[in-house]
């Protein structure tokens, strides 16, 4: 019985998450503006324009390179956070025992454990494959944003170089969302109660910041 209610409670803590971001994503694509991202892919758009009618191209390298300079830092992290519970899982660490010393449901099996630590190690591999295309599309964004308009203006328009710096920051997005994802499925590890109130909580959070 406790097997039972364990596996239909994560279950309801994994819809919860899924089911957030599809309707986030529903909004995205139709009213863009009533969502945090698409009203700052809306003010980059705005920066953009800015930057290339006035030439600033000092605040321009300066701000790429502050974003290029946190996804590198995010990248690396999520990677090495990533290799070490790799590392654990393989190596045969058993983190069952405090999985069952905080579970309320009843013990959970050393496989199981394991098979949480390998989600938690794929959603950081995922987060640091956005974060480095996050840092190619900053890069390419510094290229074009200072391109001259006289001389390659295909390339120097303003929405290519929008689209481009957007495509950065949909990755980056990405990358911190698989960022906040790991903090539930962390609790999950604990058992399945706390990965539902680390799910509620995590929504809850994530839903302050789209809106």
Same mark, same amino acid.
Do not use: C
């Given at each position: ?9 994560d279950?309801v803590?994994?819809l919860?998450?899924i089911?957030y971001?599809?309707?986030l ?9 009533k /969502?945090?991202?698409?009203?700052a892919? $809306? =003010?980059?758009? +705005?920066?953009v324009d800015?930057v290339m009618a006035?030439?600033? !191209? @000092? ?6 390179r502050?974003w290029t300079?946190?996804? /590198? ?5 999520? $990677? =090495?956070?990533? +290799?070490g519970?790799?590392?654990?899982t393989?190596?045969?660490? !058993? @983190?069952?025992?405090?999985s ?7 013990p959970?099996s ?5 098979f949480? =630590?390998l989600?938690i190690s794929v ?6 494959f956005?974060?480095t295309?996050a840092?190619r ?5 510094g290229?074009?944003?200072?391109v001259?308009v006289?001389?390659?203006p295909?390339?120097a328009?303003?929405e ?19 960022y906040y ?5 962390t609790l999950?590890?604990?058992g ?5 109130l680390?799910?509620l ?11």
């Amino acid at each position: 019985m406790n097997l039972n209610y364990s596996l239909a409670i994560d279950i309801v803590s994994m819809l919860i998450l899924i089911a957030y971001h599809l309707v986030l994503y529903r909004f995205f694509i139709h009213t863009p503006e009533k /969502t945090h991202i698409g009203k700052a892919n $809306i =003010l980059r758009g +705005l920066w953009v324009d800015m930057v290339m009618a006035e030439k600033k !191209d @000092i605040l321009a390298v300066q701000t790429l390179r502050n974003w290029t300079m946190a996804s /590198t830092f995010l990248a690396s992290t999520a $990677i =090495l956070i990533s +290799l070490g519970a790799l590392s654990f899982t393989f190596s045969g660490g !058993d @983190i069952s025992s405090l999985s069952n010393q905080l579970s309320v449901l009843g013990p959970s099996s050393e496989k199981f454990a394991s098979f949480k =630590l390998l989600v938690i190690s794929v959603t950081l591999f995922f987060a640091f494959f956005n974060f480095t295309l996050a840092i190619r599309y900053y890069n390419n964004a510094g290229f074009l944003i200072n391109v001259p308009v006289d001389k390659y203006p295909q390339n120097a328009e303003i929405e290519p170089v929008t689209k481009t710096l957007n495509r950065g920051a949909v990755h980056y997005n990405l990358g911190m969302r698989a960022y906040y994802m790991t903090a539930p499925l962390t609790l999950w590890l604990l058992g399945p109660v706390w990965f539902l109130l680390g799910s509620l909580l995590i929504t809850y959070v994530m839903y302050r910041m789209d809106y």
